[in-house]
């Protein structure tokens, strides 16, 4: 049997690395996970590194939008939601310099990586 953790661990480390304090550089990279979604991290401002676009793509998004997930992704993350980047679904736009300053930064990285 083959057990796999709910989180991508390649998406967890890069936003760790970013919630961290480490210098903003540019990334584009884009990760397909086990269950056919597709993650795409990247900063599309070539002036500010310290903003990351976050996009998904989900074969079934259509019809889970039926059942409530827009109202649960709006719900929580609300203020971070921009257009979907063309062939996405859902996308959520991070600026490092303007995270709350109620949590630690890694539990914004909890939040993003079960997005």
């Known amino acids: 049997m083959l057990l796999l953790d709910y989180q991508n661990v390649l998406i967890q480390s890069l936003l760790t690395e970013r919630f961290s304090g480490a210098p903003p550089v540019s990334v584009d990279q884009v990760v397909s996970d086990f269950d056919g979604v597709t993650f795409h991290l990247s900063t599309p401002e070539p002036r500010s590194k310290s903003k990351i676009l976050i996009s998904i793509s989900v074969k079934c998004y259509n ?53």
């Open 63 to 115: 019809e889970l939008v039926k059942y409530g997930a827009q109202q649960v992704l709006e719900r929580e993350y609300g203020p971070y939601i921009v257009a979907p980047e063309a062939g996405y679904d859902f996308s959520v736009m991070i600026d490092l310099e303007d995270l709350p300053q109620d949590q630690g930064k890694s539990s914004h990285v909890k939040d993003y990586d079960q997005y």
